[in-house]
């Protein structure tokens, strides 16, 4: 569980840090799964995920992303429920039930792997609200300055849905020192092989191109609590795997629950 400080961490910059989650042999076992499902894209005799595709749209400097990695992989099936990181998320969110929204690789290559620009994820969710949920970033690489470690602006969470603000931005390196009445800080956050980082939907953030010789793969979780409900006028991609109606709370098969309060 997090600690005291750690939790408050969270409320005060939108994010931290929740240490080693992962052991190598484990983290070997994911790397290896990863390449697999890459490699078995479109194979009609396997499990496939919902998505599987270049990110930045730059073949260049592309960052994959492949959702739902979990109804692919039984090891990342396993990683979804993983005991430490679902109390976490639980712990964060003040959730009596937690289920899963979606996960997404992100997979920057060595020396070719591209920027994802700044944004904030729950504006990218316009099917789920409230914009309240929390997503476990689990790292597959040491990633740090190098090979395109994650930046937050802390505190950012607390400012309401501002993608229309985030997408004027012409450039990754474009923030300004402020916004409104907040002063705006990037932070870089590296994050160790095995560790997982939890941050807010809301909290700004992005990641700047990896130019190491060095691959960055991660997986992001994203995770909803009992309140979540479904919003049928939003697109997205899992749209289509949604089995409830308007305004009900969110449920089936592609989102399991993977904690339950005893």
Known sequence: MLSEEQVAAFKRDGYVNGGAALDDDEVETLRAELARVIEDDGKDDVKQPVLLRNLSKDEDHPVWQIVNIWEASEAFGKLIRHEKIVEEIAQLTGADKL?????QIQYKPA???GVNMWHQDAPLWPIILPMTEVSAWVALDDVDE??????MVPGSHQWGNQM?????L???EAMPDSFEDNAVEVIRRP????EVHYHHALTWHGSHANTSNRPRRAIAIHYMTHETKFV???????????????????QGDHFPEVFSKA
Not at 164 to 168: C, H
Not at 191 to 194: A, I, T, Y
Not at 232 to 250: L, N, T
């Open 164 to 168: 229309g603000f985030i997408r004027e």
């Open 232 to 250: 049928a006028s939003g697109e997205h991609v899992m749209k289509p795997f949604v089995e409830v109606g308007d305004g009900e709370v969110m």
């Open 111 to 113: 020396e070719t792997g």
């Open 99 to 103: 289920k899963v929204w979606h996960d």
């Open 146 to 151: 190098g090979n395109g470690c994650m930046s």
């Open 170 to 172: 012409d450039f990754y």
């Open 191 to 194: 994050v160790r092989k095995g």
